[in-house]
């Protein structure tokens, strides 16, 4: 009797056995097993394969540090003020930024643009005024440090609303192509060194992790600039009160033409 007893005690155990080597999650639960003390987990075939890495298992300076790339392409077309302007310009202003907080970010862009107008001038000789035109091609560079706030967020945190405030500083260098610059603002300009502040909203869009758009609404933008204008032999100043793109001063005398037809959007990307 014994003897039979040993035999079924021996074959459970050896069934049992082999059920949990061949089929160790078959029923969707894991052995313990204690060895020296320290209780340990039976680790199945497909729990072995490495789990997709979270935001945890990130570099800090991965989750914080971003890059992009920023576009402003717009149409410039004047009919008020007495310079006339009509034309267009290209930007590009790669950035680098630092996620301080979920809401604050600072960040520096460098870039540089090129622009193509149409300046028309009031010219006088010989008491006789006229308005001659002038084709003016500029190349210019500028760098801008920046801080960014997070107003609000919308559709599950994929839409931001923030408000930005940047500084810059920048050097133009005008090349007239076609027309007389006697008398003008040109006769004698090497180049011109801009500056100022500026405030304006951007909305940005998630598409995932690692990808951000972003609109700046330029046209809303409120701040100052300055300009130092370089001749041959001495320089000039002028500075400006900037409200919705324009000059507060045009505003005032009723000469305001933001003329902005554009759009200044980009792409940010984390690493």
Known sequence: ???????????????????A?????????????????????????????APLPSLNDVPVWKQKLYYGYNFDIYFHHDTKTDSRENGWSFALTPELGWRLTEKIHLGMRLGGSYANYKSSFMVTELDTSYYTDLRVHVGSWEVAPYVRY????????????????????????????????????????RHSITYGFQVSPVITYQFNRKSTFQIFFSILSLGYSGTTYCY????????????????????????FTPGLYGLKFGVQKSF
């Open 150 to 189: 997070r107003l609000k967020t919308l559709f599950n945190d994929k839409v931001g609303i923030w408000l930005e405030a940047h500084l810059y500083t920048g050097m133009d260098f005008p090349r007239v192509t076609n027309g007389k610059i006697t008398n003008t603002d040109f006769d004698g300009l």
């Open 232 to 255: 041959a032999g001495h320089n000039e100043h002028s500075s400006d009160v900037i409200i919705f793109s324009g000059k507060l001063s045009n505003l005032i005398s009723n000469q």
């Open 1 to 19: 009797m014994k003897k039979i007893y040993w035999i079924i005690v021996f074959g459970v155990l050896y069934s049992a056995s082999m059920i």
């Open 21 to 49: 080597q061949n089929d160790h999650i078959a029923d969707g639960l894991m052995s313990v097993a204690t060895i020296s003390g320290e209780t340990k987990t039976a680790v199945s075939p497909q729990d072995s394969i």
